[in-house]
Structures are given as structure tokens and as C-alpha cells.
């Protein structure tokens, strides 16, 4: 009997530490406050740092990386993950994008083509395709993609809309009651490029001839019509 009571003397300083660490340890959780971890990811830095610090955490930078499609000082990964809840005081890592930059397109509409291929050299931007346009302005841009002032990356690509001579169409009509002066003043009127043929060296007193476009068919006005002569 006094050796259970001896050992539970000895006990007793045991089992107070133990229940005193439990109350502890479980008032320190209970009045512990916590926060949820805001989304940092695609943020500056400086956005993520006041984002986290108005939640009463704090931001500290893991490494950096290169990213060809994320810019420069954007967060592209975070730990904690976001949204989760988290106690007040914790530390947020975070990896940061090293690069490119983020740029605004520049405007080149109305620019000669070259003068818009040096102003997209210049802020590190790739001319991909130029498509050319019936348009007034023959040589100028008159339309772009992405358009003037789009956030985008160095190295984006870049189409332009360049204006191009306007092509005028001809419908060949039925020859056979014109004689080759009729045909040659009416080619001459709508600005058709033709070349006279004769079948056996030129000689004024041949009036026959036929067209290397059958009649009644779409010409277009910049190639050149053949009249052959006989």
C-alpha cells in the first residue's frame, strides 16, 4: 500500500506538467488568430506584399525563374496555396518570373511598312504576317493586330494590314462587230495592258483577230490582254 502511495507522489508532478502543457498548448490554439491566404499569383511583387499584409501575413521572395509566357516580376507560384486558411504572422513563398516584359503595343497605322517594322524592332516585338489590302493608302498600315496600347509580351506576334493597289476587274465583251481600232481605244480607255500579235509580221490591211481572254470573261486589268491579229 505505501509503495502505490510512493508512486503516485512520484507521479504527480507528471501528470500536473502534462495536463498544465495540454491547457496551454489548447488556449494558445483556441485564442490563435487566422486569416485566409489571399491569391498572389500572376501579381508584382508590390501587389503581393500589400495583399498579404493586409491579411497579416508577410511575403518572402523563394527565387526567381525564367518564364517566356509570364512577365517579369510576376508571381507564378505561392505557398501557402490560396484561399486556404491560415494562421495571422505566417510567411507566404512565393517564385517570381524573371521575364520578359510586359510592354504596350505600340500604334504604327498609317506608317510606311518599314517605318513600322523599326518601331516594333525597337520594343522587341515580331512582325509574324503582313496582308495586304485593296486600300487607298497603297504602302501604309492601315490596320493592326494586337491593337495600339494591348499589354503584351516581348517577343509577341504581330500582324499587319498593309493598303495594296486596287485591282479593277474587265468583263470581255463579244468582239465580233468591233474592228481592232475600236478594241485598242477601249482597252486604252479602261487602262487594260494588251500587246498586238500578228500571226505573220504586221500589216495594216489585216482586220481579223481574236483575244487570248474568251469573251464574256472576268479579266482582271492589271495582266496583260493578247490580241492576236490575222
Do not use: W
Not at 151 to 179: P, W
Amino acid at each position: 500500500m505505501k509503495s502505490i502511495r510512493f508512486l503516485l507522489y512520484a507521479l504527480a508532478p507528471f501528470f500536473v506538467f502534462a495536463f498544465s502543457a495540454y491547457l496551454t498548448v489548447s488556449l494558445i490554439l483556441k485564442t490563435q488568430q487566422t486569416t485566409i491566404c489571399p491569391d498572389v499569383r500572376g501579381k508584382t511583387v508590390e501587389e503581393a506584399r500589400q495583399l498579404v499584409s493586409n491579411k497579416g501575413l508577410s511575403l518572402s521572395i523563394l527565387r526567381y525563374e525564367r518564364r517566356n509566357d509570364v512577365p517579369y516580376n510576376r508571381i507564378t507560384v505561392q505557398k501557402p496555396d490560396a484561399d486556404i486558411n491560415t494562421r495571422k504572422g505566417r510567411v507566404v513563398y512565393v517564385i517570381v518570373s524573371e521575364g520578359p516584359e510586359l510592354i504596350k503595343t505600340p500604334g504604327v497605322i498609317g506608317q510606311m511598312i518599314d517605318d513600322a517594322r523599326s518601331a516594333l524592332d525597337a520594343k522587341k516585338l515580331v512582325l509574324d504576317k503582313i496582308v495586304t489590302v485593296p486600300h487607298a493608302k497603297v504602302g501604309k498600315v492601315i490596320a493592326q493586330i494586337p491593337a495600339e496600347g494591348a499589354e503584351i509580351l516581348e517577343q509577341s506576334k504581330i500582324t499587319l494590314f498593309v493598303g495594296g493597289e486596287t485591282k479593277a476587274y474587265y468583263l470581255v465583251q463579244d468582239t465580233r462587230n468591233m474592228d481592232l481600232n475600236e478594241l485598242a481605244e477601249e482597252m486604252d480607255l479602261k487602262k487594260i495592258k494588251y500587246k498586238i500579235s500578228y500571226s505573220r509580221g504586221e500589216q495594216s490591211s489585216r482586220s481579223g483577230f481574236s483575244l487570248s481572254v474568251s469573251p464574256k470573261t472576268i479579266f482582271n486589268s492589271s495582266d496583260e490582254l493578247i490580241i492576236n491579229v490575222y
